[in-house]
């Protein structure tokens, strides 16, 4: 399972750092590596949309348009943790911010949620104006 934390309520212009943990036989062992992972939020009203990805051996990440400079990912295989670095933050990042696991390639984990197998809980990124 993969459990998301580290939302909340930030001002404009502040940061959040989100983790999430892979956990149980799926990511067992040495397999956590195996899987592309990555981050795609869900703001109120709209369709899930790709924020970030990031490959097994964290050598490429993908990052959607408006977060580039902004957003970091991260993994940490020997802890099977991902993490999300939000930085300048704006009112239209608000979203619940869903973690993500799939056996492909991290770019194609980009193109589209479909092609990812597990998902997060979700957690809430609230930034006020």
């Known amino acids: 399972q993969l459990q998301a934390f580290g939302g909340g309520l930030v001002q404009t212009g502040g940061s959040l750092r989100l983790s999430c943990v892979a956990s149980?036989?799926?990511?067992?062992?040495?397999?956590?590596?195996?899987?592309?992972m990555g981050w795609f939020r869900q703001a109120p009203g709209k369709e899930r949309e790709f924020v970030t990805t990031?490959?097994?051996?964290?050598?490429?990440?993908y990052y959607e348009e408006s977060v580039k400079g902004r957003f970091t990912i991260s993994r940490d295989n020997a802890d099977n943790t991902v993490y999300l670095q939000m930085n300048r933050l704006k009112p239209e990042h608000t979203a619940n911010h869903y973690c993500?696991?799939?056996?492909?390639?991290?770019?194609?984990?980009?193109?589209?949620?479909?092609?990812?197998?597990?998902w997060g809980q979700g957690t809430l990124v609230t930034v006020s104006s």
């Open positions: 990031i490959t097994g051996s964290s050598g490429t990440s």
């Open positions: 993500a696991a799939a056996l492909t390639t991290a770019q194609t984990m980009s193109q589209s949620h479909s092609y990812v197998q597990y």
């Open positions: 149980g036989h799926t990511f067992s062992g040495r397999t956590f590596r195996n899987y592309a």
